[in-house]
C-alpha cells in the first residue's frame, strides 16, 4: 500500500460517521470526473413493460367519445 493510500485511510478514520455521506460523495464526484466507473451498476427499468398494447377497441376510443357527446350521453 502506497504512502497516500495510507494517509487517505487515516484522514477518513478520522472523518466522523454524520458526515462520511459527504466524503463519499465527494470520492464518487471525482471518479466521475476521471471517467471511472461507478462501484455499483444502477439497474435500469424497461418503461416498455408498463405500456398496454393496442386494441382494437382502444383505437377507436377516440371516435366513441364523439359518438357519445353527439348523442349527448356524456
Known amino acids: 500500500m ?3 493510500r495510507q494517509e487517505a485511510i ?3 478514520e478520522k472523518v466522523p ?3 462520511l455521506g459527504y466524503v463519499v460523495q465527494i470520492i464518487q464526484g471525482v471518479n466521475g470526473l476521471l471517467g471511472m466507473p ?7 427499468v424497461d418503461l416498455e413493460q ?3 398494447q393496442a386494441t382494437e377497441r382502444g383505437q377507436d376510443a377516440d371516435s ?3 359518438e357519445m ?4 350521453r356524456i
Not at 38 to 44: A, F, P, R, V
Not at 69 to 72: A, E, P
Open 10 to 12: 487515516r484522514m477518513l
Open 69 to 72: 357527446r353527439d348523442n349527448d
Open 38 to 44: 461507478e462501484m455499483e451498476t444502477k439497474h435500469e
Open 17 to 19: 460517521e454524520d458526515k
Open 64 to 66: 366513441y367519445i364523439r
Open 50 to 52: 408498463f405500456v398496454m
Open 2 to 4: 502506497t504512502a497516500a
